[in-house]
């Protein structure tokens, strides 16, 4: 079965450093997305991506995320200067345009992010 | 307008019973709402959704019921087994509108633990 393919599986990083998360979608798919799950609580949304740009974002993507998708494979989520707070883990999802999976977001099985 | 209510926040069930999850909506403009299962350290998979214009849906064990009127909708487990304790994460998504395609709000999530 098709899955999405999310690197580091776990990554230690020092207060105001730089991270970037990879994710390899589902081949075919068309649109791309990164949630974040703070331990114990709810998948929140980040951001979507189609057709090389954002599409939404939600109020937690602020100027220190950036998404790109430098090759026609990967999909990155970056922070540009990490806080304690971005301690997460950050969930990669992926969706066909075309039916009849076309609802359904195949989810990566995360990036541990821990903050120092 | 963007929440989604989820209960209960954990769940004891023994074998063989009938696990019951609830959730409640606000925005009228949802109309997609699947129930994904996330086991520990795994990233949530979709197990089950339905659209408003049916008020039930079942695969095998599982049924979601749908009340539009009311916004609200449920999981049933029937028979539930050891191997279904996981956490549950009842979502929504306004799939045919503009903007929002695939951007699911999650609900808290559920705890549930099925005792043999």
């Known amino acids: 079965e098709p899955e999405v393919t999310q690197t580091p599986s776990h990554q230690v990083t020092q207060m105001g450093q730089e991270v970037i998360l990879r994710c390899v979608p589902i081949s075919n798919h068309l649109y791309f997305y990164w949630y974040r799950q703070i331990l114990g609580q709810k998948v929140e949304f980040l951001v979507s991506f189609y057709n090389n740009e954002i599409s939404e974002k939600s109020e937690i993507f602020d100027d220190q995320f950036s998404v790109e998708r430098p090759d026609g494979s990967n999909f990155t989520l970056k922070i540009r200067s990490t806080k304690l707070e971005d301690s997460a883990m950050y969930f990669c999802?992926?969706?066909?345009?075309?039916?009849?999976?076309?609802?359904?977001?195949?989810f990566g099985a995360g990036s541990r992010l821990t903050v120092l | 307008q963007q929440q989604v209510k989820q209960s209960p926040q954990s769940l004891i069930v023994q074998k063989g019973g009938i696990s019951i999850i609830n959730c409640a909506y606000e925005n009228t403009a949802f109309d997609y709402f699947p129930w994904y299962q996330q086991f520990p350290g795994k990233g949530p998979a979709l197990l089950i959704a339905?659209?408003?214009?049916?008020s039930e849906k079942k695969e095998g064990r599982f049924t979601i019921s749908f009340n539009k009127s009311a916004k609200q909708f449920s999981l049933h487990i029937m028979d539930s087994q050891p191997g279904d304790s996981a956490t549950y994460f009842c979502?929504?998504?306004?799939?045919?509108?503009?903007?929002?395609?695939?951007?699911?709000?999650f609900g808290k999530g559920t705890k549930l633990s099925v005792k043999p």
């Open positions: 339905i659209r408003p214009d049916v």
């Open positions: 979502a929504a998504s306004s799939m045919n509108y503009g903007g929002s395609q695939g951007n699911l709000i």
């Open positions: 999802a992926s969706r066909s345009l075309f039916r009849p999976g076309a609802n359904v977001l195949t």
